[in-house]
């Protein structure tokens, strides 16, 4: 393979973020990477800390800040529908109505016309994983692993271990794979459970982990995934397609990739549990965990 690395790590951060203020995330993944090249795999690391939707000097209009927040309550209201439907559940819920999504229209977009921050944030953060999945694609490389900075992990070698050998086992994908790496959302709160719990195990790992052929494909976050070399692409091409505004979060740019069936087929993974905690969600639980 010469000069081409095997995966392309990207740490997605921001100037400000209190999970990078001292350069801790990067540190730790320089140190993963270290030991990935440790096991003889061929590692690349991009640390993209530009805020480059304040740098571009876009101004998110009203007609954006009203159209995020109706392309937002949309994904999700098809994503509801995804997840029901792939559960077989067809029960109505508050979550599931009508009324539900149209409040959260209202809020939403009651909330972006007083302040627009939040959308810019999200905007970044689109182009930051936009910027490291061109770069991994651009490298050649066979997979492409984002990391957000709030993503926590245990030992890099031992953590290195696992993703080692998760690449062994699924080799040079000519083929399209997404594998969710972190603990994030709870399962049950997502509800995707009765899905995650009825994955096959294909593959033991360390301290009890195993990693779970996932049917349908099910998302989490994007705290940190690893994507084959044509998934990248697909999703890539997708964020480009879709434009920065109107403003929607990456999970649910994921979320929809998923459920248009762009990327077919679609192969899912989660390494359970997960070796990567994502902090914001979790508090500051101890990364030393397992």
């Not at 900075?149 to 993703?163: E, M, W």
């Not at 434009?243 to 993974?269: F, H, K």
């Not at 359970?272 to 397992?290: A, C, I, V």
């Amino acid at each position: 393979m010469g000069d081409i690395p095997k995966i392309f790590i990207g740490l997605v951060t921001h100037p400000n973020s209190r999970f990078n203020s001292e350069g801790q995330s990067t540190q730790r993944i320089n140190e993963l990477a270290n030991s990935l090249s440790q096991l003889g795999i061929n590692v690349v690391t991009l640390i993209s800390d530009r805020n480059d939707f304040q740098s571009s000097g876009r101004v998110i209009g009203i007609v954006d800040r009203v159209t995020s927040a109706w392309r937002q309550v949309q994904i999700e209201k098809a994503w509801d529908k995804y997840v029901r439907d792939s559960t077989g559940s067809d029960s109505l819920t508050r979550k599931h109505g009508a009324i539900f999504f149209s409040g959260m229209f209202v809020k939403r977009t009651i909330s972006y016309l007083f302040n627009s921050h939040s959308l810019a944030r999200l905007a970044n953060i689109d182009l930051s994983h936009l910027r490291v999945l061109k770069e991994g694609i651009a490298s050649g490389a066979d997979w492409v692993l984002i990391i957000e900075d709030d993503a926590q992990f245990a030992d890099p070698a031992r953590t290195a271990g696992v993703l080692g050998t998760v690449l062994e086992f699924l080799g040079h994908p000519a083929r399209s794979i997404f594998v969710n790496l972190s603990e994030s959302i709870d399962t049950v709160e997502l509800r995707v459970d009765g899905i995650v719990s009825a994955g096959n195990p294909v593959l033991a790992l360390t301290n009890g982990s195993e990693l779970l052929e996932i049917s349908p494909a099910i998302s989490n976050t994007v705290c940190a995934n690893i994507y084959s070399l044509d998934f990248a692409s697909e999703f890539a091409r997708a964020i480009e397609v879709q434009g920065i505004l109107p403003s929607v979060p990456i999970d649910w740019r994921l979320n929809q990739l998923i459920m248009e069936a762009r990327v077919t087929p679609v192969e899912c993974y989660w390494v359970k549990p997960g070796p990567f905690l994502q902090g914001s969600m979790h508090g500051d639980t101890n990364p030393e965990r397992q």
